[in-house]
């Protein structure tokens, strides 16, 4: 079992930035893969990053050049960090481990408005 928890969502204004953490407790060993993905009101669930065990990064198209995953493996933990926000970036970010079943965390909220 891996649990996850998700911290740093907020509200902010278009052009900041925001950095979203995922600590990942638990049988950690079995992950081979961590993403990002987000669901924005009236939209599907959708992949915003994912970061391998090794390094290897992946980034929805929409999100390249301003959103950069990474992970610190001595904490077991995820960054997102998000730069110039757009208010379509709003949505429910959620951060998912990949095992031989996916585990997701509870979610944290990102508003971007003026």
């Known amino acids: 079992q891996v649990q996850l928890v998700e911290s740093g969502g907020g509200l902010v204004q278009p052009g900041e930035s925001l950095r979203l953490s995922c600590a990942a407790s638990?049988?950690?060993?079995?992950?081979?893969?961590m993403g990002w993905y987000r669901q924005g009101p009236g939209k599907p669930r959708e992949l915003v990053a994912i970061?391998?065990?090794?390094?290897?990064?992946n980034y929805a198209d929409s999100m390249k050049g301003r959103f950069t995953i990474s992970r610190d493996n001595a904490k077991n933990t995820v960054y997102l960090q998000m730069n110039r926000l757009k208010p379509e970036d709003t949505a429910v970010y959620y951060c998912?481990?990949?095992?031989?079943?996916?585990?997701w965390g509870q979610g944290t909220q990102v508003t971007v408005s003026s």
């Open positions: 998912s481990a990949h095992t031989s079943r996916d585990y």
């Open positions: 638990g049988t950690v060993s079995t992950i081979y893969s």
């Open positions: 970061i391998t065990s090794s390094g290897l990064t």
